[in-house]
């Protein structure tokens, strides 16, 4: 087998330091299932503007263009704020640059933390489901758009091949998950909602062995806290998975449990923690690694195939916490570091 080539661009804060951690986690782990990959790592966001002048220079785009997937650590911080190159500038292009149209975010609650949902742990218990979310199209990017004094308007354009890719992309997950699709939209309304239903119809059809549901959005959005067990993969469209991805990401109870991926039609993903750099804790070692570990265990399974490790990988984390092992945001007084040994070690059995 041929080593697979992760680039890692750990960038700023507590990005540097949970990329560390999951790193070796990674490290560790991969021995055991006989994994082969190589890491480089490149500067990117604040690191980028300090070390190369640029959020994100040719060097680090080519890398990451010629890579077999990314991992993003987090970037920002008061430091750039004001500067006329920013962080976020960066992040734009990378996506631009690698087409990234369908971002994937997952909401998984381990037993460890069902206490720390702000919903009651009888409708949390179990919940475990995604988000794809179409991030290139829609009424975010749409034209003619127009802001006069009385008077505004937004587009909101869709065609059948950028809803045919993103609906696929789903129907794929469901295919290693529970099988179900739950297609988002507000077809009673909207012009472009008739057409994802039929456009997601027309792709169920190759996918005989997954179901499909359909579901407007204002429903969604309330059976979402109200039964979040009962769903397996959500797909909508741009502003509607802006909005849902959000509220589901309070479902876990901590933004340091949550990761995130984004896809492109070819090209390689890119997988990063849905948070911040958090510049309030950075440099202390007591930033929650898991958001960074679930971005690896991602990676494992969407670029690589790896379910079994992954899976392995998320059971060991869940023993780890079980045991009483958490950081800071999930009520512990654990550091990073002593996450990371209490893994590793149980990896090393
Ligand atoms: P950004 O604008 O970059 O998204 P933000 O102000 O939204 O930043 P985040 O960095 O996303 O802030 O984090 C919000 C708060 O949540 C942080 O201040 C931090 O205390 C906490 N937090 C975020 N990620 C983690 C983590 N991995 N572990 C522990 N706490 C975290
Ligand atoms: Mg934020």
């Known amino acids: 087998m ?20 999951a790193l070796n986690i990674l490290a560790e782990a991969s021995k055991k299932f006989n994994f082969a990959y190589e890491v480089e790592s490149f500067p990117f966001g604040g690191a980028g503007i300090d070390l190369e002048g640029e959020p994100l220079s040719e060097k680090t785009l080519t890398a990451c263009q010629q890579a077999d997937a990314i991992l ?12 006329e190159k920013t962080p976020e500038q960066g992040l734009l292009q990378l996506r631009k640059a690698l087409g990234l149209f369908a971002n994937v975010r997952p909401i998984r609650v381990p037993e ?9 742990e009888e409708i949390v218990k179990g919940s475990d489901f995604v988000v794809v979310r179409e991030l290139t199209g829609g009424i975010y990017f749409g034209t003619p758009r127009k802001l006069e004094d009385d ?6 354009p869709y065609s059948g091949e950028e809803i045919r890719r993103i609906v696929k992309k789903a129907f794929e997950m469901a295919r290693n998950r529970k099988k179900k ?10 012009a472009t909602s008739k057409l994802w239903r039929k456009i997601t119809e027309e792709v169920a059809k190759d996918y005989p062995d997954v179901t499909l549901e359909h579901q407007l959005v204002d429903s969604a959005a309330m059976k979402i806290i109200t039964q979040p067990a009962y769903y397996d993969v959500i797909v909508t469209e741009n502003l509607f998975g802006d909005i849902l991805s959000d509220e589901a990401s309070v479902i876990t109870g901590s933004l340091g449990m949550l990761p995130s991926a984004s896809h492109s039609e070819n ?8 948070h911040g750099s958090a510049p309030d804790i ?23 195939d790896q379910h079994e490790m992954a ?16 950081t800071g945001d999930l009520g512990g007084k654990a550091t990073t570091s002593d996450f990371e040994e209490a893994v590793i070690q149980k990896i090393k059995g």
């Open 2 to 21: 041929t080593k697979k080539k992760i680039v890692t661009l750990p960038g700023d804060g507590i990005g540097t330091e949970i990329m560390d951690s």
């Open 72 to 83: 993003l650590g987090a970037i920002g911080g008061p430091k750039w704020e004001q500067a």
């Open 112 to 120: 460890a933390i069902v206490h720390l949902s702000p919903l009651k």
């Open 151 to 156: 008077f505004a308007l937004d587009t909101c």
């Open 181 to 190: 699709v739950t297609s988002v939209d507000k077809s009673n309304v909207l």
């Open 267 to 274: 090209g390689p993903s890119l997988y990063e923690p849905i």
């Open 282 to 304: 950075a440099g202390k070692n007591i930033a929650n690694p898991m958001s960074m570990i679930l971005s690896v265990t991602m990676m494992l399974r969407e670029s690589f």
């Open 311 to 326: 899976e392995y990988l998320e059971k060991i984390c869940d023993e780890v916490m079980i045991a009483g092992i958490l």
